[in-house]
């Protein structure tokens, strides 16, 4: 009998190996039919006019598939942009694009703490959990930003930024919108903004997020991990040390 109970126990055990590496390839199997459903959708973007329905539904899929990495059923409206606005911001001396902030990432930490569970690669504390990183804007929903990979608005301090956010009534860029436009960056062109090792490629000022009050400076490196610092001053002016902004779409 004892023997007999052996052998059930151990069927039982097999079974529900069997079970968990069928769930994990299961898992493995619907990852990748995500990633190339995202795939399909930068490549389609790439070739694609970019009218508003294109720019609508390359955001849809791509936060469909990211949202999906934490669990997240994310809606994404139509783009308010109009076709001929998309095409003067794309030429532009520094040329900018619409995207999408989904309401669930605008609050902090909670925000950052899931696009660091969607780019793991980031690696950096600062989406994490105890990260102290505060926003000093909460909107999500379409605006635009700078698109270039290169660093914008080098050689300026924190006031000149702060001017020129007022002469084009822009807001400064936050941590999660330079996260979310970096990682499309990479999609598109194969650079992350302000890519370590690239020409023209710096830090930049996020006016739009502090550490206990203070704006830090960021930038991505070729393996996709993120570095977020405080080390400069107001009025520190360097050539490889620009800003990055947010504009408002008016309704």
């Known amino acids: ?33 995500t990633l190339g459903l995202l795939e399909q959708a930068v490549a389609e973007f790439k070739t ?4 508003p329905e294109v720019v609508t539904e390359y955001w849809r899929t791509r936060w469909s598939v990211l949202g999906s990495k934490v669990g997240l059923k994310i809606e994404v409206p139509d783009s308010p942009y109009h076709r001929d ?29 899931l696009l660091g569970k969607m780019h793991p690669q ?3 504390w600062v989406v994490k959990a105890g990260t ?22 080098t050689g300026t ?44 490629a710096g830090w930049v000022r996020l006016l739009g997020s502090r550490r206990k009050g203070e704006v830090g400076g960021a930038r991505f490196y070729s393996d996709g991990s993120l570095g977020v610092y405080w080390i400069w001053s107001l009025d520190t002016r360097y050539p490889y040390l620009g800003g990055r902004f947010e504009g408002v779409k008016k309704a």
């Open 132 to 153: 102290p990183v505060k926003h000093t804007d909460s909107r999500g929903g379409w605006f635009d930003i700078e698109s270039g990979w290169q660093t914008p608005y």
């Open 157 to 200: 301090n924190r006031k000149d930024l702060e001017e020129l956010a007022k002469q084009n009534h822009w807001k400064g860029q936050r941590l999660t919108a330079y996260i979310i436009g970096s990682q499309n960056s990479k999609d598109l062109t194969g650079h992350y903004f302000d890519e370590l090792g690239l020409d023209k």
């Open 48 to 51: 694609k006019p970019h009218t």
């Open 85 to 113: 606005e998309i095409v003067d911001m794309e030429h532009l001396q520094v040329p900018r694009a619409p995207i999408y902030m989904p309401s669930e990432l605008t609050a902090t930490p909670a925000g950052l703490i």
């Open 1 to 33: 009998m004892t023997q007999h109970k052996e052998r059930l126990l151990e069927a039982d055990g097999a079974f529900r190996r069997e079970l968990v590496e069928l769930d994990q390839l299961k898992a493995v199997e619907e990852s990748q039919r």
């Open 122 to 124: 980031m690696g950096s």
